[in-house]
């Protein structure tokens, strides 16, 4: 795609005001109506957006965080619609990782409703997009990511905090959108949303008194769940040594691998998850919890890793004055640009003293078991930034619902029924004379649900994007199973 074009499309698209505080969401009228985002050039089809920044409650003045908002489609005549009453009752909140990475890489790149096709220099519209199955909300945080404003140099060092501002500034967000407090609300976010998630889902479920958010499921798919010993350290040689093949390693270092993992017993720590059900609590030898397993973290910067394959393009594409936010830029602290990647952000929130207790001790088993959160974990089977081994050991290790782990091995496959074949997939011959794509393997016990894609790495939505559509789309003619 010609990337300038991008950049006029957006710099014609958006016009996002700044607003001033707020205090009461729940007896003061607003007029959404200034939100509004107009026509996008080329006029592709696009369902009803707003897109702006709305200020944190309590917080600094001058620290906002940024939205994208856009409605649920009404198109009953698209094969790839679920229909108008499902679509209308549901709400999507989608996180990117980093952390420190906007969402609206996201929303350009991965779900949302517009896409470019090839070198195409206008957009089209997206066939998998989620507005399909429901409106979809995209929030630049923490503050300071994307076009988020912070007032202070110093980004905020703390998922708590992180936490406390997104939830109070929901607050204002439906003051805002009142219509969508009503909906049934679900969580999804990527690769360090696997933290953002679960713990913003606990922060809703504890003051539902106060703002009865209609929250169903969270999703979190690449996400980091367990400790940083279990996510980066303890899988990494049995990954390496099942994609050998694919990724060419010489013998010599496979075997460096194993010898390691022999060492620190690893592989014993390995094979305990391969049991079903599994026979008890999986010990990590070394202690990691009183070591600093974040070192390497620490080096990493920002890439199409963390934030997506067009990570690269769309931030060149928005790091100029004509795609910026009008008003809503001059209260940054630094001259613009836009960045895809916060890497201030990312160095504070994965600085060593800053650990968040993983999810997967305590807070995705009371999301589940005490408050009867549906949760989906979704994986790209060729990720190595953070593998599908290392999540599958952590989800063993896991007890919700009275039972640990998973009690059966997952085998069921999921996929699509298609004419033609994905290049890449894994199709077979269907009894309707229709290819089936296999997309992977899924499993679900006790309200957890559990898919591992067979062709995607770190951003499954870009890289298998009708699997992961079918995912949500339950139900759909084409997709198998119709669970």
């Given at each position: 795609?010609?990337?300038?074009?991008?950049?006029?499309?957006?710099?014609?698209?958006?016009?996002?005001?700044?607003?001033?505080?707020?205090?009461?969401?729940?007896?003061?009228?607003?007029?959404?109506?200034?939100?509004?985002?107009?026509?996008?050039?080329?006029?592709?089809?696009?369902?009803?957006?707003?897109?702006?920044l709305i200020p944190i409650p309590g917080a600094e003045e001058g620290n906002a965080l940024f939205f994208w908002l856009f409605e649920a489609e009404n198109r009953e005549n698209d094969g790839n619609f679920i229909g108008k009453p499902l679509a209308l009752r549901k709400l999507l909140r989608f996180f990117k990782g980093g952390p420190g990475c906007s969402s609206v890489i996201g929303a350009l790149s991965e779900s949302g409703p517009l896409t470019f096709v090839g070198n195409a220099s206008m957009p089209t519209a997206n066939p998998y997009s989620w507005t399909k199955f429901g409106s979809v909300l995209y929030i630049d945080q923490p503050v300071g990511t994307g076009f988020s404003t912070l007032n202070s140099?110093?980004?905020?060092?703390?998922?708590?905090?992180?936490?406390?501002?997104?939830?109070?500034?929901?607050?204002?967000?439906?003051?805002?959108?009142?219509?969508?407090?009503?909906?049934?609300?679900?969580?999804?976010?990527?690769s360090y949303a696997g933290i953002f998630v679960p713990y913003f889902a606990s922060e809703i479920v504890k003051h539902r008194d106060s703002l009865p958010i209609n929250l169903k499921s969270i999703s979190v798919g690449n996400g980091i769940l367990g400790n940083n010993a279990v996510m980066a350290d303890v899988a990494v040689g049995a990954y390496l040594e099942t994609n050998a093949p694919i990724l060419d390693i010489l013998r010599d270092v496979i075997h460096a691998f194993s010898s390691a993992d022999h060492i620190c017993e690893f592989d014993t720590v390995l094979n305990e998850p391969n049991e079903y059900p599994p026979p008890g609590p999986i010990s990590v030898p070394g202690n990691p919890e009183n070591l600093n397993f974040r070192r390497d973290e620490l080096c990493r910067t920002p890439s199409d890793s963390d934030a997506g394959p067009m990570a690269e393009y769309v931030q060149t594409s928005l790091h100029t004055p004509q795609s910026d936010t009008g008003k809503s830029s001059k209260k940054r602290n630094k001259p613009y640009p836009f960045q895809g990647c916060n890497s201030e952000i990312m160095q504070a929130l994965l600085g060593p003293a800053n650990h968040p207790t993983p999810p997967a001790y305590f807070i995705i088993p009371d999301l589940i078991s005490t408050h009867n959160i549906s949760t989906h974990i979704y994986h790209g089977k060729l990720d190595m930034l953070i593998n599908h081994i290392a999540v599958e050991l952590v989800l063993q290790n896991m007890t919700w619902n009275r039972r640990q782990g998973f009690q059966q091995r997952p085998t069921a496959s999921f996929g699509v029924r298609k004419g033609g074949s994905r290049a890449g997939s894994t199709a077979q011959p269907g009894n309707d004379g229709t290819n089936i794509s296999t997309g992977g393997i899924w499993t679900a016990e006790r309200g957890l649900t559990y898919h591992l894609f067979n062709d995607a790495g770190h951003v499954v939505p870009f890289d298998q994007p009708e699997e992961m559509f079918c995912i949500d789309n339950r139900g759909l003619g084409k997709c198998f199973p119709s669970y």
């Open positions: 795609m010609n990337w300038s074009d991008l950049r006029l499309f957006l710099s014609f698209t958006w016009t996002v005001p700044n607003l001033s505080p707020i205090r009461s969401y729940r007896h003061t009228k607003t007029d959404a109506s200034r939100f509004r985002v107009g026509p996008p050039p080329g006029n592709p089809t696009l369902p009803p957006s707003h897109a702006g140099s110093k980004p905020i060092s703390k998922n708590e905090q992180d936490t406390s501002d997104l939830y109070a500034w929901l607050g204002e967000f439906y003051r805002e959108f009142p219509h969508l407090l009503e909906k049934k609300t679900h969580l999804v976010g990527e």
